[in-house]
């Protein structure tokens, strides 16, 4: 048998409930789609770059859209920030004396 490919995830936000804004709805499901198939670092840094655009959504709404919880996106930022240093699976990066400040660089 193959593995079952990981579920993507509902949207929940409050446009893609009631459906009222087409746009909206295929471009929070290609999101899920896209996240249903990377790893777990590259989801939240994923969904890290896009708490970054100007227009930005909220940590609570990029929660309510892709389902990771909002310390996992801003933990994500945090690694971007840092220019996302290698990340060993199981292993934990310790919390030195402070972060580097964020770039606040646009990537278009
Ligand atoms: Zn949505």
Do not use: F
């Not at 079952?4 to 009222?20: F, I, K, N, Y």
């Not at 996302?84 to 770039?103: S, V």
């Amino acid at each position: 048998m193959t593995p079952e490919p990981v579920a993507v995830h509902q949207c929940g936000c409050l446009v893609c409930q009631a459906s009222t804004d087409p746009a909206i709805v295929r471009q929070h499901a290609g999101i899920n789609l896209l996240l249903s198939r990377l790893t777990e670092p590259q989801r939240r840094w994923y969904v890290a770059s896009l708490s970054q655009g100007p227009h930005a959504p909220s940590d609570r709404q990029l929660a309510r859209i892709t389902g990771l919880h909002p310390e996992t996106i801003r933990r994500g930022r945090a690694e971007l920030a840092a220019g996302l240093p290698d990340l060993a699976a199981g292993r934990q990066r310790q919390p030195g004396g402070g972060r580097p400040a964020a770039e606040k660089k646009i990537r278009p």
